[in-house]
């Protein structure tokens, strides 16, 4: 016996009241499917006559094929800004300040020696000796720091401070004025002074602080401290000649820290 042909059956929508609506197909010619652009990652051309580009992802099934272009990485030349001799260590740069008796930035330049017949050679810069760093900074002393007034916009009005209150030393301001700083009586030279000075701090130009180490050598300290961007090695081999430990383009504060990460 034959069974009856279904009825058709109502629709969801035509259940809820809603009429159905016809979605016409798009109007694009099926051949022509395969050849829509689609965007994909960018194509490299070859960078030679004759070279191929690099197999690449298919781009959507369409059987072509390109290369992914890699992003650039820019080239940067030179040491981390910031840094100021060939062991890369970052400093800080001396304020740029009217009183002539404190350090001015400095640009460095290679220093050249006399070379003989060859003509001039670059000659090494002084090399700072970490363990002298650290006994200086760690072994209670009298620091006379040159080109410490009371301006507060200066650094070395900070730095002094670091240098009695963190480090323990006993501090003894020297500039042209002779300006009593944080409570402890200036002076306007060091052989001024009454009383043995171990380590002479220098926030002076490089172009007047050989005077000062020279100072330092006839007053009978122990050490000469040159800070970041003070550089005089002709007055630093003197320093060392006479038997001065010698420490030149950094400064105690930023040792410290250092010191203190170690």
Not at 112 to 124: A, E, I, M
Not at 166 to 187: A, C, F, N, Q, W
Not at 201 to 223: L, M, P, R, T, W
Request: one cysteine or more; proline letters at 11%; charged letters at 25%.
């Amino acid at each position: 016996m034959t069974e009856p042909a279904p009825q058709n059956q109502p629709s969801d929508a035509e259940l809820a009241g809603i009429p159905d609506l016809e979605i016409p197909a798009a109007d694009i010619p099926e051949a022509d499917i395969a050849d829509v652009d689609i965007p994909a990652a960018p194509v490299r051309p070859p960078s030679t006559p004759g070279e191929s580009a690099p197999p690449g992802l298919d781009l959507a099934g369409t059987g072509r094929r390109g290369a992914v272009v890699e992003p650039e990485v820019p080239e940067v030349e030179g040491p981390p800004l910031g840094t100021t001799d060939p062991q890369l260590r970052t400093t800080e740069p001396v304020l740029n300040v009217s009183d002539p008796v404190l350090s001015e930035p400095v640009l460095r330049e290679p220093v050249l020696g006399d070379g003989g017949t060859d003509g001039p050679q670059l000659r090494q810069h002084h090399i700072n000796d970490p363990d002298t760093i650290r006994r200086l900074l760690t072994t209670p002393a009298r620091w006379a720091i040159v080109g410490l007034s009371n301006n507060p916009m200066r650094a070395a009005v900070g730095v002094a401070r670091i240098v009695r209150d963190d480090l323990g030393m006993d501090i003894v301001p020297v500039s042209l004025k002779g300006d009593t700083v944080h409570g402890e009586r200036g002076y306007t030279r060091l052989d001024e002074i009454p009383g043995t000075i171990d380590v002479v701090d220098c926030f002076v130009n490089s172009q007047k602080v050989g005077a000062i180490v020279d100072q330092a050598i006839d007053i009978g300290a122990k050490a000469v401290w040159l800070q970041v961007g003070v550089i005089d090695e002709a007055a630093a081999a003197r320093a060392t000649a006479a038997g001065l430990d010698v420490v030149m383009d950094a400064c105690p504060a930023i040792e410290r820290r250092n010191l203190m990460r170690s």
